[in-house]
């Protein structure tokens, strides 16, 4: 099992296989594994950093007020999905295959 500092990866540009930045990893989620935590998913982009920055609510019906809710702001990346072991954060698959963070999480 490889072991990483979880905050060292927190705030990290992520690239597309293209070398283009899609965002900076906010969140990370953790299951428990016995006695060590196991990432499952890193969360990306502007949502994952509303979310992070408590501001989820509010910033959700700004956006919705001024029409800048797109479509994908945001993506939740997998654990395979990511090489975590250079300097650069780079995706592993294709953009088109990462679920969108589409703000519904932010409601709850």
Known sequence: MVEINIELLLG????????????????????????????????????????????????????????LRRRHCGYRIRWNQIELGKAELRLLCDETELAPLDGSHLKK
């Open 12 to 67: 990290r540009a992520v690239s597309s296989r293209a070398g283009k930045t899609i965002g900076h990893i906010e969140a990370i989620r953790a299951e428990q594994d016995g006695p060590d935590l196991v990432i499952t998913e890193f969360h990306v982009g502007l949502y994952a950093a509303m979310k992070r920055m408590s501001a989820s609510p509010l910033g959700i019906e700004l956006l919705d007020l001024f029409h």
